[in-house]
């Protein structure tokens, strides 16, 4: 068996790969560019469309290794128009973010089965740049900016794969070349982006891209509504603590307050129409957390602030509102990253002087529901004595109604039992299972079945800190429910009766409550990475750090950042008009020095020169005083073939003839052409 027998089809195909004819090699390496252009599409088009895409893709690279024709124009138009309309019965429509690029991903497909001549390819290419950058509409992220960076090093390579006119370099040294363009570039696009003045918005986004689906907070409850939320990685917000950050226990970001029950669904109080908003009694004690938050577009007009943020609350470049139940929104939906400064008191009263016709709507409960709750409730409410005055001891029934999750078999899960119509019933007397949504929606009716102003509020609890960084992560894994009592003198308390049942959820996080299946057999390393002093948390912070940096120093470059950052540099440099003047200046000396330094060589120098890395490779590299002759006469020590060595003597002859001859012009181009076909025999 031969030596390319035993290594088998590998090689072979590697083989008939470097004995492809150029023109083959060259559409080839332009298919897979276009492959890495299109390939991140693939997570977000429907299904019909990549496989098209992919369909495509592989029909051109068939057409191209066997030698075939190009299809006819008159398929090809076909099945372009059916695959617009396919578009347009997918999306409705042609236009917006979704649609418009499903549109650019497959007419760039189909234009590599129409590339009959030069400018073709280069209409391929330029389409490919432009659909590179509508990846970043849906993926901002750091790997995603390091992938469309090859991929433009690979599209640079397939460009000047077309460009040669002689003979063409090896691939590796072409996307070397490439390379060292993207980097030269590189300078000049940095300054553009710190010094062109920015827009405000997103980096990138269309304006259709405010209303597109995002995850967080909903104002309506039901069973499922956070626990699938819970089970998400997305980061809801990043806060960094100007002041001693609070205890994990404290960390409360207060979204939404619900109040209306049909039985199923939880959800806001609406505001009575007309009515004044009366003044809201707040009294807070100990100094405010003083803190800012970068907060990830929603899509939603919900904010999620640390209870109980202050009066004076505010988010650059939107309007600012706060209901009666100290929510805070703001009057358009948040479809940009933005960053905002807040003070917070962990330690406040709030409406302790509630008037009692205000509270009754915090004590309705829908009528023939939950019979066996409320008959539980009417128990338990006769079992403690009223207060002096009375009215129900509401912390003794709220004691009550905690020790009774803590004592009976009540569990915590993401994955809770089916429940029926009284679905309270079923999770107090039958399941006994549930998420914080189940625990804290049941505690406010048996607390307002016996008599007390209840609601249920959600957002998130906790986070994440980061000790590389210093800033806290909350993700919606974090998001949480919790209820609120009113006592008089008190007023509305924080009761969080998950606390009750898996108190792990609220001194440490999620996933120390409900650890993760294990998955695979990595279940070890799914718990490894929960412990903070373990390698792979370590790991995991690491790139969280960097992760937070690209996201505060990049995406999150927005006008008042930009305005901030010059005013710094202009105070370092005394104006920064000047600096990123000096700046340029010294750049563009650097490129001319660094050109200078890379002038080519005349051709025949630069074969003489080809010549004596060949030798040096071998040991005999050329000494600085020696000339052709006697770089000669050592060389013929060298063992070597006989052909070898008389390619060696004709080249070195011949270049010392051109070098200090006088040949002329026609002779000296043939004996270029000579010295170059004896340079590969040199080797």
């Not at 939906?333 to 016709?357: G, K």
């Not at 009113?486 to 108190?503: E, M, N």
Request: aromatic fraction near 10%; charged fraction near 20%; include cysteine.
């Amino acid at each position: 068996m031969s030596e390319t027998q035993r290594r088998g089809p590998k090689v072979e195909l590697g083989r008939r790969l470097a004995a492809l004819p150029r023109d083959k090699a060259d559409t080839l390496l332009l298919l897979i560019a276009a492959l890495m252009v299109l390939a991140p599409h693939f997570a977000h088009l429907p299904l019909w469309v990549s496989l098209a895409v992919c369909a495509t893709l592989l029909w051109r690279a068939a057409i191209t290794w066997r030698g075939k024709r190009m299809p006819p124009l008159w398929l090809l138009v076909p099945v372009a128009v059916a695959a617009m309309a396919g578009v347009y019965l997918t999306y409705r429509t042609l236009l917006g973010r979704d649609a418009g690029v499903a549109m650019l991903t497959l007419l760039l497909a189909f234009k590599l089965l129409e590339m009959r001549a030069k400018r073709d390819l280069f209409v391929v290419i330029f389409l490919s740049f432009f659909v590179l950058l509508t990846s970043f509409f849906y993926s901002q992220t750091m790997p995603t900016a390091l992938f469309m960076a090859a991929t433009i090093i690979v599209l640079l390579t397939a460009q000047q794969s077309f460009q040669y006119t002689g003979a063409v370099p090896p691939l590796a040294r072409r996307l070397r070349t490439s390379a060292k363009l993207f980097l030269l570039a590189a300078p000049l696009a940095l300054l553009m982006f710190v010094g062109f003045p920015r827009v405000q918005g997103p980096l990138w986004g269309m304006p259709g891209d405010a209303h597109s689906g995002r995850s967080g907070i909903s104002d309506s409850m039901a069973p499922g509504t956070l626990s699938s939320l819970a089970q998400s990685d997305e980061v809801a917000f990043r806060v960094r603590f100007l002041d001693q950050a609070p205890s994990q226990n404290q960390l409360y970001w207060r979204s939404i307050v619900l109040g209306d029950y049909d039985g199923r669904t939880w959800t806001r109080v609406p505001r009575r129409r007309g009515a004044q908003r009366a003044a809201i009694a707040i009294s807070v004690r100990g100094q405010a957390v003083r803190h800012e938050v970068t907060m990830e577009p929603t899509g939603k007009r919900w904010l999620a602030p640390l209870e109980l943020t202050g009066p004076r609350f505010s988010v650059p470049g939107f309007n600012v509102r706060e209901s009666d139940e100290m929510e805070q929104f703001t009057m358009e939906p948040v479809a940009r990253r933005v960053r905002y400064a807040a003070s917070a008191y962990v330690d406040f009263q709030l409406q302790a002087n509630e008037q009692p016709e205000n509270l009754k709507r915090w004590l309705e409960l829908p009528h023939g529901f939950n019979p066996r709750t409320l008959a539980l409730a009417q128990q338990l409410r006769q079992a403690v004595p009223p207060t002096a005055n009375g009215q129900p001891d509401a912390r003794q029934l709220s004691q009550q109604v905690l020790s009774m999750f803590r004592r009976d078999t009540f569990s915590y899960t993401l994955q809770p039992p089916l429940a029926g119509r009284d679905m309270v019933d079923d999770f107090l007397f039958t399941g006994k299972a549930g998420f914080c949504e189940h625990y804290s929606g049941a505690y406010v009716v048996l607390m307002r079945a016996m008599g007390v102003p209840a609601r249920v509020v959600t957002g998130y609890q906790g986070g994440e800190m980061n000790p590389l960084d210093g800033y806290l992560t909350v993700r919606q894994s974090d998001a949480h429910a919790w209820a609120e009592i009113w006592l008089p003198s008190h007023g509305w308390r924080r009761v969080d009766p998950t606390g009750a049942v898996a108190p792990e959820r609220i001194a440490r996080n999620l996933a120390r409550a409900l650890p993760a299946p294990s998955a695979f057999g990595f279940g070890q390393l799914i718990e490894l990475q929960n412990d903070p002093g373990s390698w792979l948390a370590q790991l995991r912070f690491r790139y969280a750090a960097l992760n937070n940096s690209w996201n505060q120093w990049v995406l999150d470059y927005n006008p008042e950042r930009q305005r901030s950052f010059l005013t710094e540099l202009g105070s370092v440099f005394g104006n920064w008009r000047s600096a990123v003047g000096a700046a340029l200046v010294c750049a563009l000396a650097w490129l001319l020095h660094w050109r200078r330094q890379r002038r080519p060589a005349a051709p025949l120098d630069g074969l003489y020169q080809a010549f004596c890395r060949l030798q040096a490779r071998h040991g005999y590299a050329r000494r600085p005083d020696e000339g052709p002759l006697s770089y000669a006469a050592r060389l013929r020590d060298m063992p070597a073939s006989a052909d070898k060595h008389a390619a060696m003597e004709t080249f070195l002859t011949l270049y010392g003839a051109l070098k200090y001859g006088g040949a002329g012009a026609e002779q000296r181009t043939a004996s270029l052409k000579t010295l170059k076909t004896l340079l590969p025999l040199c080797r």
